[in-house]
């Protein structure tokens, strides 16, 4: 079913607890029968028809739906009935806290782009503005905001213990409702990783095609950590980073002379898409620019011919990227986050290539340096990441494709896998990334993300061709001298053979290279026990075999140990005074899963890091 208007949370639970319990068993079946029901739009909602007798309609204000009112049967068990809670249960999920626009509350759908950080954690506040941000000041948490960490953590448990084969339609309501309830009271952070870890579990129970599990996972990971940390005693210096700003303090900031250098394509988990494009100035330092909104990938592959929203230059962001800008009466935020207060004033300026300083200082920066401080970087929360922080410049040679990737040599010897950065389709990643295999002994500039978890692994955001002799790739004109892999749509007749004329391989063939390195079998082994959790949830550990002695074979001593942990709390069952086996609340279970998560994602980030180092 398409169509259907963003509905928030509270309306969504409100609808779920005024169903009878005889029907909450029946609602993800409901769910999976709504799917073919006809959706009609009109000026103000949207009419969904059962059947011949029955209609459902949903009212629209600003664009969702806010009250449980505005969302009526025509049948004669409404509202407690099952169509209308499996069309809302349909709905996208809009879950945002509204934005202050010109003195009048608007939600971010009806208002301004939003701030970056909105990827992660929809925003309360305006981007752009000079304003203070007071989030994280707090010396102490307040009882409110014990119990939405602790609401939290009791639904992350009951998620972890169902696994994605279990969440139906009422723990993912019960989940966001838990997230609505932490952020009204400034657990933002929190409120982020539930939102997401929401989106994972639709995205696995509707078999969406970029559904990993490995993402949901390191977003339950986080949700439980930051949840339990929260409900704890967590010390006063550790507040700020575990509740999360809900926006960001923009400073006002000296002229700026700004070089373009690439632009990429946003789509979050939370709901949000969109673009953001990369900056530097004179001296090589980064700064960004985004539009970021309620969307999906549809928003964020036209975002990128939208106008830029710092000052009044008239210029989009893919002609940004291979331009300049002149901004004078800025703000920023400390992260390199550029404003768009109205104050603000731009011109367009000449740009330069990659080749040429200022840019040509990030490609000269030794490759230990940039990572370490992409794998320092990664570690940040997002709204403390500085801007480009996690990017690594590289010069290199392709080797060969392999599958859906990538393989390049650098200029010392190290052998590098390139992914792509973002799987949905709509998007030209997989499609560029497939030519580029094709291009073997091309010498490329590289712009990329750091992958942490994967050794030697880099996420290619955008290429540009190496002058010189040689196979390579011969560029328009008008693209700058790069090509952003998220937005420009390579050809095989942009390849180039060693004698300058382009070359065309067969489609369906492609040259022999190395195979990806692969990581370490041990904790890939961890992971994979981490991640089955996630999937099956309790269940499945109790009865899986015992891997401890392959960890201990390995010296991942504590891992074993960990893993042996998990799997004694996993077949525990406590009995009562008659002998009856009773359940427990999962507890136990979900710590020995967290400690177990963070342990293997400490050991992976630092066996990563380490491949990349001499």
């Known amino acids: 079913m398409t169509g259907l208007p963003p509905v928030t949370a509270p309306v969504l639970a409100e609808a779920l607890d005024a169903l009878p319990a005889r029907l909450r068993r029946k609602v993800d079946d409901a769910v999976v029968r709504a799917g073919g029901w006809p959706v009609t739009g009109s000026a103000g909602g949207v009419t969904v028809r059962v059947n011949e007798a029955t209609t459902v309609t949903l009212?629209?204000?600003?664009?969702?739906?806010?009250?449980?009112?505005?969302?009526?049967?025509?049948?004669?068990?409404?509202?407690?009935?099952?169509?209308?809670?499996?069309?809302?249960?349909?709905?996208?999920?809009?879950?945002?806290?509204?934005?202050?626009?010109?003195?009048?509350?608007?939600?971010?759908?009806?208002?301004?782009?939003?701030?970056?950080a909105a990827a992660a954690d929809p925003p309360t506040g305006a981007t752009g503005d000079a304003l203070p941000d007071a989030a994280g000041s707090a010396s102490a948490l307040t009882e409110r905001q014990r119990t939405a960490a602790d609401g939290l953590w009791q639904v992350g448990v009951a998620v972890l213990a169902a696994g994605t084969?279990?969440?139906?339609?009422?723990?993912?309501?019960?989940?966001?409702?838990?997230?609505?309830?932490?952020?009204?009271?400034?657990?933002?952070?929190?409120?982020?990783?539930?939102?997401?870890?929401?989106?994972?579990?639709?995205?696995?129970?509707?078999?969406?095609?970029?559904?990993?599990?490995?993402?949901?996972?390191d977003d339950l990971r986080e949700l439980l950590a930051v949840s339990h940390r929260l409900r704890g005693d967590a010390p006063a210096g550790d507040l700020g980073a575990l509740l999360g700003t809900a926006r960001r303090a923009y400073d006002p900031q000296a002229g700026l002379r700004l070089y373009g250098l690439c632009t990429v394509p946003v789509v979050a988990d939370s709901g949000y898409a969109g673009v953001v494009t990369y900056l530097a100035d004179r001296d090589g330092r980064l700064w960004t620019v985004a539009d970021l909104a309620p969307g999906d990938v549809g928003r964020a592959a036209g975002a990128g011919d939208a106008t830029v929203a710092v000052g009044e230059s008239g210029l989009s962001h893919r002609q940004v990227t291979r331009a300049g800008l002149v901004v004078s009466g800025g703000t920023a935020s400390e992260s390199g986050q550029l404003g768009a207060g109205r104050a603000v004033r731009a011109a367009r300026a000449a740009g330069v290539g990659w080749a040429d300083e200022p840019l040509a200082g990030l490609w000269a920066q030794p490759l230990p340096d940039q990572v370490r401080r992409a794998f320092g970087a990664v570690v940040l929360p997002l709204p403390e990441r500085p801007a480009g922080a996690d990017l690594i410049f590289l010069t290199v040679r392709v080797l060969g494709g392999h599958d859906h990737t990538v393989l390049v040599g650098t200029d010392d010897g190290a052998v590098l896998t390139l992914t792509v950065a973002d799987e949905h389709a709509a998007l030209p990643h997989r499609a560029n990334l497939r030519?580029?295999?094709?291009?073997?002994?091309?010498?490329?500039?590289?712009?990329?993300?750091?992958?942490?978890?994967?050794?030697?692994?880099?996420?290619?955001?955008?290429?540009?061709?190496?002058?010189?002799?040689?196979?390579?790739?011969?560029?328009?004109?008008?693209?700058?001298?790069?090509?952003?892999?998220?937005?420009?749509?390579?050809?095989?007749?942009?390849?180039?053979?060693?004698?300058?004329?382009?070359?065309?391989?067969?489609?369906?063939?492609?040259?022999?290279?190395?195979?990806?390195?692969?990581?370490?079998?041990?904790?890939?082994?961890?992971?994979?026990?981490?991640?089955?959790?996630?999937?099956?949830?309790?269940?499945?550990?109790?009865?899986?075999?015992?891997?401890?002695?392959?960890?201990?074979?390995?010296?991942?001593?504590?891992?074993?140990?960990?893993?042996?942990?998990?799997?004694?709390?996993?077949?525990?069952?406590?009995?009562?005074?008659?002998?009856?086996?009773?359940?427990?609340?999962?507890?136990?279970?979900?710590?020995?899963?967290?400690?177990?998560?963070?342990?293997?994602?400490?050991?992976?980030?630092?066996?990563?890091e380490a491949s990349w180092l001499p």
Not at 70 to 83: E, G, K, M, Y
Not at 199 to 205: F, Q, T
Not at 496 to 525: E, F, I, M, N
Not at 550 to 559: E, V
Request: proline letters at 7%; hydrophobic letters at 45%.
């Open 165 to 217: 084969v279990g969440c139906g339609v009422v723990l993912r309501t019960a989940l966001l409702r838990a997230v609505h309830e932490a952020r009204a009271n400034g657990l933002h952070r929190a409120a982020a990783s539930g939102t997401r870890v929401a989106a994972g579990l639709r995205a696995a129970r509707e078999g969406e095609p970029q559904h990993r599990l490995a993402d949901l996972t």
């Open 435 to 608: 030519l580029l295999g094709q291009a073997v002994g091309a010498r490329l500039r590289l712009v990329g993300r750091l992958d942490p978890t994967r050794r030697a692994t880099v996420q290619a955001l955008a290429v540009g061709p190496v002058d010189g002799d040689g196979p390579g790739l011969t560029l328009p004109a008008g693209w700058g001298g790069h090509a952003d892999l998220g937005y420009d749509r390579l050809h095989t007749s942009q390849l180039r053979t060693a004698d300058g004329t382009a070359a065309v391989p067969p489609s369906d063939q492609l040259p022999d290279a190395p195979r990806p390195r692969l990581g370490d079998p041990a904790l890939g082994l961890l992971r994979r026990q981490v991640e089955r959790v996630v999937s099956g949830g309790r269940a499945i550990q109790a009865l899986a075999d015992p891997t401890e002695r392959k960890l201990r074979l390995a010296r991942l001593d504590l891992g074993a140990h960990l893993l042996a942990a998990m799997g004694a709390a996993a077949r525990a069952r406590p009995r009562d005074a008659f002998g009856r086996l009773t359940d427990d609340d999962g507890q136990a279970f979900a710590a020995s899963w967290l400690a177990l998560a963070v342990y293997e994602e400490a050991a992976s980030r630092a066996s990563a």
């Open 59 to 116: 009212v629209t204000v600003d664009g969702a739906v806010r009250r449980a009112a505005d969302a009526r049967c025509s049948c004669l068990l409404a509202p407690n009935c099952l169509h209308r809670m499996a069309v809302l249960a349909l709905a996208p999920v809009d879950d945002a806290a509204p934005v202050e626009v010109d003195g009048a509350a608007r939600s971010p759908a009806a208002g301004r782009p939003v701030d970056p």
